[in-house]
């Protein structure tokens, strides 16, 4: 991909964004719909931070998305088999 066709497609976020609220917008849902079709089989997802629409894109396919502090993944992963994870939805994306 070339600078301007990245400008381009930045621009067209923006402006989706802008419109449909971040995160929210036809083409933030088309690119959510991906990502969870190559993870349709799972029932939660750690992560350390998503944006608002992704959240809510993962959790209506019935994937619970679970952000977390923890910086390694092994230790993330043990803590959530142990049930010691704790959910920081503060760590979602508004803007």
Known sequence: ????????????????????????????????GQMI???????????????????????TSGIRPLLTDVRLIDDAVRSFIENRLKDHYELIHRT
């Open 37 to 59: 079709q190559s993870i349709a089989d799972c029932q939660v997802l750690i992560a350390g931070g998503m944006g608002a629409g992704a959240y809510e894109s993962l959790r």
């Open 1 to 32: 991909m070339r600078h301007s066709d990245f400008v381009g497609h930045e621009e067209h976020l923006q402006h989706e964004e802008h419109t449909h609220g971040h995160g929210f917008g036809l083409g933030a849902q088309h690119r959510h």
